[in-house]
């Protein structure tokens, strides 16, 4: 979907290593998402937020930070990163209850 | 917390075989939305279920939300190798105001 963007599409990183993952959307959506999927494994929520400024835990937060100053952007980072955070990270938007839009995804390799 | 169960995990077939995935839901739903993720790929929205009973075609696919609103499932007749990918269905419950997804059911479609 041409409306909401990740970054990087894939990284390397050392353990330890602070690192951002971007998520911009165009939509305007109210609410936008972080999900983490390991090989062979289904979609793990690790925050998510209703609105700007407003940000919740989800299943799997620990070692993760989200902020959302803007509607339209959804940062997640990991403030020291470690091997078993090594995922792909899907970032999606939506409005309450409405069907969630994904973006492409980041695949993160913590070495 | 809301849990949403997802079976098989994986179904191999032959190719013209029809596939079915089903989704339970330990709370009521307010709908059910389904997802396809093709490999490498992102989830892409299918549906949404929202009515009681609701039954509803594209073309090989067929959709269905349970009576109670607690279960629903995904019909695949003459499977292609169009078909390969993960399903994912995901459950909208009206207190948690947030989806919960399945693991999903991996189909691989043998020629």
């Known amino acids: 979907d041409a409306g909401i963007t990740q970054s990087p599409r894939y990284k390397i990183t050392e353990t330890g290593r602070q690192v951002t993952l971007m998520c911009h959307q165009t939509w305007s959506h109210s609410y936008m998402f972080w999900y983490r999927q390991d090989l062979g494994h289904g979609l793990r929520l690790i925050y998510y937020?209703?609105?700007?400024?407003?940000?919740d835990k989800g299943e799997v937060p620990d070692g993760y930070v989200v902020s959302r100053s803007k509607t339209e952007n959804f940062p997640l980072t990991l403030e020291s990163a470690t091997r078993s955070q090594t995922s792909v990270y899907f970032c999606?938007?939506?409005?309450?209850?409405?069907?969630?839009?994904f973006g492409n995804g980041t695949r993160l390799t913590v070495t | 917390g809301q849990q949403v169960m997802q079976i098989p995990q994986y179904q191999h077939v032959q190719e013209g075989e029809d596939f079915t995935t089903y989704c339970n839901s330990s709370t009521t739903l307010s709908n059910i939305q389904w997802y396809k993720q093709r490999p490498g790929g992102h989830p892409v929205f299918l549906i949404q279920?929202?009515?009681?009973?609701e039954v509803k075609k594209q073309k090989r696919l067929t959709f269905q939300f349970g009576e109670a609103k607690k279960n629903s499932s995904l019909h695949i007749t003459a499977t292609q190798t169009t078909d390969v990918g993960t399903y994912f269905c995901a459950g909208f419950n009206t207190n948690a105001g947030k989806s919960t997804f399945g693991d999903g059911t991996t189909l691989t479609v043998k020629p």
């Open positions: 937020s209703a609105a700007a400024d407003i940000t």
């Open positions: 279920l929202v009515k009681s009973g």
């Open positions: 999606a938007s939506s409005e309450r209850s409405s069907p969630l839009h």
